[in-house]
């Protein structure tokens, strides 16, 4: 069983959609979740990070973790064009730890 | 611009080759991590230095090997190349001394690799 798990996708959705993004994850230890998010050809850039259970929103951005479930969400509000990528959660145990990433989801946003 | 520069962005050799990827991390970032990144395996770890020891490894060949130098940049060797080991490879830094780290890394644009 891999450490982190997502579906590959693709998911495509029209302009405008709530898209909701899910990882699952079997490492207890973990403390620390991020979301990546990565272009074609690019390298993965951090889009949210959260600490132990709970909800973080940036702008359109909504990341949750529930830690009693190892669940890890990301919501996109008013999705964008710009949007289209893959997305990458990741966990690790400490800050200093090896950070270990799902597969990632494909995510179309149609005009 | 994350602040982590990679060389070379691709490289083109034969089975059988030897290869060294290099790694600039980010400015006064202590930890270097690698990744392999391949269409069927997603973003896979391989090795972490932290202030030039290794600190973790994952699923790393034993053909593969890295290092992390005092001046912090890194280096992973790849040897006898198979066709598999066509890949991105992307280093990553984070870890500032003296600072409440997150654990965020940041990415270079990746090496590609590509084995014939």
């Known amino acids: 069983q891999k450490e982190v798990e997502q579906d590959p996708g693709p998911l495509s959705v029209p302009e405008g959609a709530i898209v909701s993004l899910n990882c699952t994850y079997s490492?207890?230890?973990?403390?620390?979740f991020m979301w990546y998010r990565q272009y074609s050809r690019k390298g993965p850039e951090l889009l949210m990070y959260?600490?132990?259970?709970g909800n973080k929103e940036d702008g359109r951005f909504t990341a949750q973790v529930d830690k009693s479930s190892k669940y890890i969400s990301l919501f996109i509000r008013d999705s964008q064009p710009s949007d289209s990528a893959t997305y990458l959660c990741?966990?690790?145990?400490?800050?200093?730890?090896?950070?270990?990433f799902g597969p990632g989801t494909s995510l179309s946003v149609i005009p | 611009d994350s602040g982590v520069t990679q060389t070379p962005k691709h490289l083109i050799t034969a089975t059988g080759q030897r290869v060294t990827l290099r790694c600039s991390p980010r400015?006064?970032?202590?930890?270097v991590y690698w990744y392999q990144q391949s269409l069927d395996q997603g973003l896979q770890f391989l090795i972490q230095?932290?202030?030039?020891?290794?600190?973790a490894k994952g699923n790393i060949l034993e053909r593969f090997s890295a290092q992390q130098f005092p001046d912090l940049h890194s280096e992973l060797n790849l040897s006898s190349l198979e066709l598999g080991d066509s890949a991105l490879y992307f280093c990553?830094?984070?870890?500032?001394?003296?600072?409440?780290?997150?654990?965020?890394?940041?990415f270079g644009e990746g090496s590609r690799l590509t084995v014939l």
């Open positions: 990553a830094s984070s870890a500032k001394a003296g600072l409440l780290n997150t654990g965020e890394l940041f």
């Open positions: 400015s006064g970032d202590l930890s």
């Open positions: 959260t600490y132990s259970s």
């Open positions: 230095y932290y202030n030039g020891e290794e600190r």
């Open positions: 990741a966990g690790t145990k400490t800050s200093y730890d090896k950070v270990i």
């Open positions: 490492n207890s230890a973990f403390q620390y």
